[in-house]
């Protein structure tokens, strides 16, 4: 994997915020990118790029460096895009490939910051710091798709999508996700403390369950897993009845995606 990203030239991370510092955390973690294939911008010193540079990377090299880059990923914010990449540009060669992780900024509006080189939009969680995350990748040039799965696939589980359009709604159940289940697994906790349990305790056994169910979930079909705790009859399926009534759950969930989509594409 390595290799396929090596040949390309060095890759090259623009911001090591949040995102970018578990991106690359990701990458050494899972040894996608040896560290001296790689450059990081970043204005401030961060933990994960001095890490990075510990074993090799460069850290603000002159711009002459970046004429033989690969790929240029984005980690900044995407009010500061425009400004950050303008004066790289005219160091990128022609086969360099952009990558963004920016959420919102599609490629029609990169191609008119950064026009001229083929762009992959990759939208992953900051679990790709601990070789676990999720990414969902789109591009429409077929080397920058395979870059880009090159880059995330060893430290994340990936799709790739059809239509950029689809971008907001993967964002919606993924990046925004893990959210929801934390969300859950509080209510859970506040119903265990109604129905008597004490609040330390409650939440104990409702975050232990989550990791439990996670752990045990696997690829196998979700009704099938529901089915292997719920007995008919059983306290289970009383409590997945209530979950259900009258298709409350599906309808809380189709507005809770469908207002972060809503809101995704308010902020592109
Ligand atoms: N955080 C997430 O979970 C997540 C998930 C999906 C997508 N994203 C996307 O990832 C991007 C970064 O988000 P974030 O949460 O990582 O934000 P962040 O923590 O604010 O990181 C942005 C970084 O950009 C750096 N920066 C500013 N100007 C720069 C320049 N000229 N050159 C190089 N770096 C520069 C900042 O450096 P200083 O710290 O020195 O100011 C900062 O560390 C956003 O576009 C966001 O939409 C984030």
Do not use: H
Not at 193 to 201: I, K, R, V, W
């Amino acid at each position: 994997m390595a290799g396929s990203v090596r040949s390309g030239g060095p890759v090259v991370l623009v911001g090591c915020g949040r995102l970018g510092s578990a991106i690359l955390e990701g990458w050494l973690l899972t040894e996608t990118v040896a560290p001296a294939d790689l450059i990081i911008l970043s204005p401030s010193e961060k933990p994960a790029a001095e890490a990075a540079r510990a074993q090799g990377a460069r850290i603000n090299p002159p711009l002459e460096a970046l004429t033989e880059a690969g790929v240029i990923v984005l980690a900044v914010k995407p009010a500061i895009w425009r400004e950050v990449v303008t004066p790289l540009a005219p160091f990128l060669n022609d086969q360099a490939v952009i990558l963004s992780v920016m959420a919102g900024v599609t490629a029609p509006t990169l191609a008119e910051g950064i026009g001229g080189w083929p762009i992959v939009r990759v939208m992953p969680t900051t679990g790709v710091s601990r070789g676990r995350g999720v990414a969902s990748i789109w591009s429409a040039d077929d080397r920058a798709q395979g870059l880009g799965r090159a880059l995330f696939e060893p430290m994340a589980e990936t799709v790739v999508l059809a239509d950029e359009a689809l971008m907001d709604a993967a964002t919606a159940v993924a990046g925004s996700g893990a959210a929801y289940f934390y969300a859950f697994t509080e209510a859970l906790a506040r119903a265990g403390q109604a129905s008597g349990l004490d609040a330390a305790t409650a939440d104990v056994l409702a975050r232990a369950t989550l990791r439990s169910a996670a752990d045990s979930m696997g690829d196998d079909d979700l009704e099938a897993l529901i089915g292997r705790i719920a007995s008919p009859g059983g306290s289970t399926r009383a409590g997945l009845d209530a979950l259900a009534k009258d298709g409350r759950l599906t309808r809380m969930l189709d507005e809770t995606v469908a207002a972060a989509v809503r809101r995704n594409r308010e902020m592109g």
